[in-house]
């Protein structure tokens, strides 16, 4: 069972729409990422946060550490925020490795 | 965008061959890490490095072996490919341990047959 679980697995939004992709966690972690990957293309990596909110353009992305919880939002969707979007946390310790979700496919139809 | 780059981006070979993936670096960071991405899984850690010469295993690391004999490269071998290990093989970089943002590379298909 992956520790890190993402819903919805696969997301459809009309262009303008607000969109939610959520992320949940099993223990306490140290930091928190959010990855953009577009089919057939690599990954960028679009936050890192380990409290509160983050803000890039249209994107946000907050975190509830108590409620080991994060939301990934995108305002006014467009076409090209079709991806998968990918989130991982960093346990802490000395495992040095992130555990990844599996990805939210969002596609934004015209 | 970062300076990373893996070598070769698609590769077909047949079990029991030896194969070896390259990832380069112009940044500079202490920190890289080989990744694999199959269907219905996240992305798994198969080794990182923390330095020159300094490595350590992930969470699937059965069946690879890595070497990092200078900061900008991080090799990836495949001792003896087995089709299990048909998969995307992803290199990142990053400054910290986790803590950073991190910077991937744009994937190595690899196909054992």
């Known amino acids: 069972k992956n520790e890190v679980e993402q819903s919805p697995q696969n997301l459809t939004a009309q262009e303008g729409e607000f969109i939610t992709i959520n992320c949940s966690y099993s223990?306490?972690?140290?930091?928190l990422h959010w990855l953009q990957q577009h089919p057939g293309g690599g990954i960028v990596s679009l936050f890192m946060?380990?409290?509160g909110k983050k803000k890039h353009g249209r994107l946000i992305a907050t975190i509830n550490i108590q409620e080991k919880h994060s939301s990934l939002h995108i305002t006014a969707s467009h076409p090209r925020d079709s991806a998968v979007y990918i989130c991982?946390?960093?346990?802490?310790?000395?495992?040095?490795?992130?555990?990844f979700g599996t990805g939210t496919l969002l596609a934004v139809q015209p | 965008d970062a300076g990373i780059t893996q070598s070769p981006r698609h590769k077909v070979t047949e079990t029991g061959t030896p194969v070896t993936l390259r990832c380069h670096q112009t940044?500079?960071?202490?920190?890289m890490y080989w990744y694999r991405q199959d269907p219905g899984h996240g992305l798994r850690l198969i080794h990182y490095s923390y330095g020159v010469k300094d490595t350590d295993k992930g969470e699937v690391s059965d069946g690879y072996s890595v070497s990092r004999s200078k900061t900008e490269d991080f090799l990836l071998t495949l001792e003896s490919a087995t089709s299990s290990q048909t998969s995307v093989y992803f290199c990142a970089i990053g400054s910290m341990a986790n803590t950073g943002e991190l910077f991937f590379g744009e994937g190595s298909r690899l196909t054992v047959l």
């Open positions: 991982a946390v960093d346990y802490g310790g000395a495992t040095n490795k992130l555990i």
């Open positions: 223990v306490g972690i140290s930091a």
């Open positions: 940044e500079n960071h202490r920190y």
């Open positions: 946060l380990s409290s």
